[in-house]
């Protein structure tokens, strides 16, 4: 069975730091594109960054830049979103979704759900005092 896998949520107060680990069961993630996405309870899933196969192009939403920072280790099988100057409208569920196609191989996928084949189950991520 074909899955993803987060970790490292949990909570934090504002202005603190977290990293989230994707990793997959029955594939490996040199092939894929990842993104990170998050649900805040009430709103809609949206995108939070991306990174290409090579990992040579990375992209944030507005609200995360100089904050987030994604990255891959091929090495680990595992891809990253290091989470930096936490904010509580940070909090939300996140998602790490896969995608393998040679048109991500440098390039991001668009931050929409439609664009990945496979998903996590998600890890919260509570920022509050």
């Known amino acids: 069975q074909l899955q993803l896998v987060e970790s490292g949520g949990g909570l934090v107060q504002p202005g603190g730091s977290l990293r989230l680990s994707c990793a997959a069961s029955?594939?490996?993630?040199?092939?894929?594109?990842i993104g990170w996405f998050r649900q805040a309870p009430g709103k809609e899933r949206e995108g939070v960054s991306c990174?290409?196969?090579?990992?040579?192009?990375?992209k944030y939403a507005g609200p995360v830049k100089g904050r987030f920072t994604i990255s891959r280790d091929n090495a680990k099988d595992k891809v990253y979103l290091q989470m930096n100057g936490l904010k509580p409208e940070d909090t939300a569920v996140y998602y790490c979704a896969a995608v393998s196609s040679p048109a991500f191989s440098e390039y991001c996928p668009p931050p929409l759900r439609d664009e990945y084949d496979y998903w996590g189950q998600g890890t919260q991520v509570t920022v509050s005092s």
């Open positions: 029955g594939f490996t993630l040199d092939n894929y594109a």
């Open positions: 990174i290409s196969v090579s990992g040579g192009s990375t």
